[in-house]
């Protein structure tokens, strides 16, 4: 059919929220070495137009509000260029929510740092 599978856009939305994570100073291979665990507990996406094989596309991440032990994210996937014709046209929008854990995977209290505390 040359449309991109529904599923694609998970492993995208994780792309966009490590490189948020990135840009903020961090990564999540260090969050992991500290014994913090970020884990989906919740994905909402709305599909507004197919994304095409080939298509250029960009993943616009932010984060929307934390508690102690939650992260909330939305996204916009953007398709920025067709077959050389550029564009700018949200194709999706989507929402996560994950849930800090330690390495046995009991909630635990997310770092002050990662929701923007001193």
């Known amino acids: 059919m040359g449309v991109v599978?529904?599923?694609?856009y998970l492993p995208w939305m994780?792309?966009?929220?490590t490189e948020l994570l990135r840009a903020g100073g961090a990564s999540y291979?260090?969050?992991?070495?500290?014994?913090?665990?970020?884990?989906?507990?919740?994905?909402?996406?709305?599909?507004r137009r197919p994304l095409k094989y080939d298509d250029l596309i960009e993943i616009r991440t932010k984060m929307d509000k934390g508690s102690k032990v939650k992260l909330h994210h939305s996204y916009e996937i953007v398709l920025i260029d067709r077959l050389g014709e550029a564009a700018d046209e949200i194709c999706a929008i989507?929402?996560?929510?994950l849930a800090c854990v330690d390495v046995n995977g009991s909630i635990r209290v997310l770092p002050g740092w990662l929701l923007g505390e001193s």
């Open 29 to 47: 291979a260090e969050l992991e070495s500290d014994g913090v665990f970020l884990v989906v507990t919740k994905v909402e996406v709305k599909y």
């Open 14 to 17: 994780e792309m966009g929220r």
């Open 5 to 8: 599978h529904h599923s694609s």
């Open 94 to 97: 989507a929402k996560t929510e």
